[in-house]
């Protein structure tokens, strides 16, 4: 694919390839239930190492505090006051092997099917981006691990962005800063964020996925859970007295309404996802998460729960049922909706290199979006990575490029 040449010469100019095949070396897999934070106090290896190279790039400031974030600012050069700060997450998925990646470079990809450790293999009539990609350095694990480019293609692009920042003091730049986040992948990546040490105005995610994707819309997140509670007796003696919980948990989950499920929905549809079943005759507890990208659906699919419990409670009077209702996240857009002129740099300095951005709702949740309701609004910008979260994640180096080709322009274009 045709690139704009400033990417090209933040890959010749600067350390990226070498600083993101550091990165990916280094264990940072994300430890699901860990009563620590971080997870992993691997994480924080990587984090000082990030310190110390931001140090090393005249960024005297740089440092990570005892959580784990790392925090770095860059002073305006030109007097301009506004603050944006560039974020990218440390930890990588807990999906797949994450430990001992061995990165593969496959030189002037010549567009064919890469065969990987493992019996991986990834394939351009799966993969098609990849035939986006031919001629270009393609990096992947060796089949048997994650690579991890989910999320240190992120870290790479802003690494890569402050050292030609510091190369080029002739681009005029507001305040600038930097901050590297741990457990993104367990959802607990902003739980411990010192939002007066990111000290922006708003802020950027780069963790999204192929050029030129950006996200400022996620989905409303609720979990639910229905409990049915039936009667319990002796089932030698239960004719006419026994309610089974599980019979009637049984219908609840068959009533749902099956268009509305993960596996027949995409783009903005919602859906209700059972996720959980747990109980016996006498009870069962029914888990399920609601997503949507507008609020009003949310209302409706937990109405749509409401009425099949009042027809099965109709139906079994002794039947009692509870419901609960938990929000977990929402959509960055009622936020973003206010602040548009926050995409508006994005999609200028994606104009400004010669293409057009790719906006693609995310069928899930971010940090961005629960930065933006914490009053930092922070839309999600690709780092290029492509098949994350498994053995099969493949990266164009050209592509880290052009994300620090994207951070290099929103600095420029920020007055
Ligand atoms: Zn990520």
Redesign the pocket.
């Known amino acids: 694919m045709k690139r704009h040449q400033l990417a090209n010469e933040i890959i010749k100019t600067t350390s990226l390839k070498e600083r993101f095949l550091a990165y990916v070396k280094e264990d940072t897999q994300a430890v699901g239930g860990s009563e620590t934070f971080p997870s992993s106090p691997k994480e924080k290896i990587l984090g000082e190492k990030l310190v110390a190279e931001l140090k090393g790039l005249g960024i005297g400031n740089a440092e990570m505090d005892s959580n784990g974030y790392v925090y770095a600012q860059m002073p305006s050069n030109c007097g301009v006051k506004k603050k944006v700060a560039f974020i990218a997450?440390m930890d990588v998925?807990t999906d797949c092997a994450g430990e001992g990646v061995k990165p593969v470079i496959h030189e002037n990809y010549n567009g064919s099917a890469i065969k990987l450790n493992g019996g991986t293999v990834i394939d351009p009539e799966d993969s098609t981006d990849l035939k986006k990609c031919i001629g270009d350095t393609i990096i992947t694990s060796d089949g048997t691990t994650l690579l991890g480019a989910?999320?240190k293609a992120?870290i790479a692009a802003i690494m890569s962005m402050v050292e030609y920042l510091q190369k080029h003091p002739e681009i005029k730049r507001p305040e600038i800063r930097v901050c590297f986040t741990p457990d993104?992948?367990i959802g607990r990546g902003v739980d411990f964020i010192d939002l007066k040490k990111v000290d922006a105005d708003f802020a950027y995610t780069f963790?999204g996925g192929f050029p030129y994707e950006v996200n400022y819309e996620n989905f409303n997140a609720y979990s639910a859970k229905v409990t049915l509670k039936g009667v319990s007796i002796h089932p030698g003696y239960a004719k006419d007295k026994m309610v089974n919980a599980i019979r009637y948990a049984g219908k609840f989950v068959d009533m749902l309404p099956k268009t509305m499920s993960p596996e027949r929905t995409h783009n903005r549809e919602p859906f209700i996802h059972p996720v959980g079943i747990t109980g016996g005759s006498e009870e069962v507890t029914v888990s399920m998460i609601l997503r949507s990208f507008v609020p009003e659906d949310i209302d409706r699919e937990k109405q749509i729960i409401l009425n099949i419990i009042e027809v099965l409670t109709a139906e079994e009077p002794r039947l009692q049922v509870t419901t609960a209702f938990n929000q977990s996240y929402l959509n960055m857009y009622e936020i973003m909706k206010d602040k548009m002129f926050v995409y508006d740099y994005v999609k200028k300095a994606i104009e400004d290199l010669g293409a057009e951005p790719e906006i693609h709702p995310i069928r899930g949740g971010t940090d961005g979006a629960r930065l933006s309701f914490m009053g930092l609004p922070c839309p999600n910008i690709f780092a290029g990575g492509v098949n994350?979260h498994s053995q099969k994640e493949w990266v164009a180096l050209e592509n880290i490029g052009l994300a620090a080709a994207v951070a290099v322009k929103i600095v420029e274009n920020v007055k």
Do not use: N, T
Request: a negative charge; zero cysteines.
């Open positions: 997450h998925a989910d999320d992120g993104e992948e963790d994350f």
